[in-house]
């Protein structure tokens, strides 16, 4: 496969993550009772950065869902493949999600997290692409907007490869 070109840096990634951070820390201050909640694979990266430049006490916790067999055309159908392990009911629930492209598993996770009778739900993704919406759903603090293009890096995939590039890069057709 080749090097995916840059769509968004290393630098503007870190700024944008350290202003979601601070925005994210004044709204709920300090006595909100957060847990952060990571969608695996992808947000892993986005997750560490984001929770590691916030000033308030919160806790992680991390949910599984599939919504792609290994490539990147979306079945619209999310699976749950692991659930949040600690208990949320009665907490501010922060889901942080890497990329929302038909706001499917979004919405699905946002319907999950209030069966478990989280007190608030609020989200934050890293990347929508506002074109692909097949469903509305509120994105409480995003990164970027981008076009419709299957992007690499920074937590994000096509076909396992390419999780750990430092930036968000761009996969053409004729790279893969
Ligand atoms: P949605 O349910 O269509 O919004 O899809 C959301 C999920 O699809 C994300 O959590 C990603 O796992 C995956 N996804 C969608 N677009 C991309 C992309 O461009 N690169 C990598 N993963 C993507």
């Known amino acids: 496969m080749k090097t995916p070109e840059v769509l968004i840096s290393e630098e503007e990634i870190q700024t944008r993550v350290g202003e979601l951070a601070r925005q994210i820390s004044a709204d709920y201050g300090d006595d909100s009772d957060l847990v952060m909640v990571g969608v695996l694979k992808g947000s892993f990266i986005f997750l560490a950065d984001l929770s590691r430049r916030m000033e308030i006490p919160r806790t992680i916790e991390f949910i599984a869902v599939s919504s792609y067999e290994n490539g990147s055309v979306s079945s619209g159908a999310v699976r749950l493949v692991m659930d949040v392990r600690g208990n949320i009911e009665g907490k501010h629930v922060l889901i942080v999600e890497d990329i929302v492209d038909t706001g499917h598993t979004l919405k699905y996770l946002i319907g999950m997290m209030k069966t478990h009778r ?13 074109e692909a919406a097949e469903v509305e759903v ?29 930036y968000i890069g761009v996969i053409k057709p004729t790279d893969v």
């Open 138 to 166: 509120t994105i409480d603090y995003l990164g970027f907007d981008i076009g419709n293009e299957w992007v690499v890096g920074y937590g994000l995939d096509y076909a396992e490869q390419n999780r750990t590039l430092p």
């Open 118 to 130: 989280a007190k608030s739900v609020k989200t934050a993704a890293l990347i929508r692409k506002a």
